[in-house]
Structure formats: C-alpha cells, structure tokens
C-alpha cells in the first residue's frame, strides 16, 4: 500500500512538472507571438496596436498616446528604414504575484543612407493578466540596472544585454 502510494505520489509530482513546462512553453510562444505582433505593426505603421503593445509607463513617459504617435509620425530620422524584426529567443519566464516577465532576444534589420544593418538586442515582456496579453519595452543600449532604475518592477532575475552596435550586411 505504502508503494502505491509513494508511486501515486511520484507520479503526480511528474505531472505537475510537465505541466508547468508546458504552460512555460505556451507563455513563451505567446510572448513571442505578441512581440513579432507589435514590431509588425511599427513596420506597418499602426501605431495604436504599436502603443497597445508597449509598457504603459514608457507611453506616459512620452506624454501619453496621442503624443507618442506623433512622436513615432515624425519617424526615427531620414534615410532610415526599418525592414524586419525578428524575435531569435525567448528567456525563462519571471513569475510573480503581479506579473510575469521574460526577455526576448531580437534582430532588427534597417536600411540607413541606403545600407542595410543589424542589430542585436533585448526587449523585455511583461504580462499582468497571467501571460494572456503582454507589453514591452527595449532594453535598447541600457544594462539591466539602468532599466530597473526608471521601471523598478521590472525583475534583476532577468538577463539582458544592450543592444549591439549596427553590423553591415554584404
């Protein structure tokens, strides 16, 4: 009795993990899906799904949505284009009681002066609604204790690093 019991009891551990790997998984491919999301839609320039999609304190730091959509109108300077953003990873989920966090890893490929470049940085995801929906903000050139100095909840578990310098590309 006492082995079925332990078996039971191993068994349901085993579950438990399996689960917790699976929802980690269907976090991280909702992360990503709804990064890849938010960077379509500043290619596109549907900068209401853009700033829906960004962490509400960088939208208030801008003034508020009306203001970063003109800011994002004026566009990032002349002769620069953003061609494509792709999502490369996506880190550990970061749970807490009020959030979930994670760091993704991308690639932007922009055309400057008529050159193609890339760079590789990290944007960080936050959901409030136990990964359901996500907002982001970049890490851009910062270290992970510059970000957390403005936005305090964002985790120190998280690793990220500052975006590279622009790479050419043949």
Not at 108 to 134: A, E, N, P
Request: proline share 4%.
């Amino acid at each position: 009795m006492k082995i079925i019991l332990l078996e039971l009891l191993l068994f349901n551990i085993l579950l438990s993990s399996c689960n917790a790997q699976n929802n980690d998984s269907d976090l991280k491919l909702k992360a990503k899906t709804e990064a890849a999301k938010m960077f379509n839609s500043f290619v596109e320039e549907d900068y209401e799904t853009f700033i829906e999609l960004t962490y509400p304190p960088i939208v208030s730091m801008a003034g508020g949505e009306d203001a970063m959509i003109k800011i994002l109108q004026k566009g990032i300077g002349p002769e620069v284009e953003v061609l494509k953003i792709e999502i490369l990873s996506c880190s550990e989920m970061i749970k807490d009681s009020n959030n979930i966090q994670c760091s993704l890893k991308q690639k932007q490929i922009m055309s400057i002066d008529g050159q193609k470049l890339y760079t590789i940085g990290d944007l960080i995801g936050v959901s409030y609604d136990k990964g359901d929906s996500w907002v982001y903000l970049s890490v851009s050139s910062n270290t992970l204790e510059k970000v957390r100095s403005q936005f305090p909840e964002i985790s120190n578990k998280l690793k990220v690093s500052p975006q590279t310098k622009p790479i050419l590309i043949d």
